[in-house]
């Protein structure tokens, strides 16, 4: 009875023997934009503590901008209204073809904004973080 008391305690006092490893942000995605587009792609699972995003628009420069998702509505209407880049920014830049970010969202819903396109484009896009 001894032993498998002393066992179980053992099992049980093991650091993370039983921890589950903490999920992984890990998305690829190719969007189609047009002239005129905003697209939202909202990053809301797993929450992540730092994130790289990766942007690639091979067809020509795009605009891209990573806001936490409290922000959406407001950049997203300065965007369409006056056509300039939201202030409340993760990250973010303007005419590119290829960017690498690395924003720390702190554990937050965070929305890639996509737009700024002159003619149809394919948006390659990739996520990593933990």
Known sequence: ??????????????????????????????????????KELIFESPLVEKATITIRSPDGPVNA???LEV????????????????????????KIEEKVFEIGPGKKEFVLILWGARKECKVQIKAEGK
């Open 1 to 38: 009875m001894i032993r498998v008391l002393v066992f179980v305690l053992c099992f049980l006092t093991l650091p993370g023997s039983t921890q589950a490893e903490p999920k992984k942000l890990k998305y690829e995605k190719t969007l189609p934009l047009d002239p005129g587009d905003i």
């Open 71 to 94: 922000n959406l509505k407001e950049a997203v209407k300065r965007v369409r209204d006056t056509d300039k880049a939201p202030k409340e920014v993760l990250a973010g830049a303007e």
């Open 65 to 67: 901008h990573l806001v």
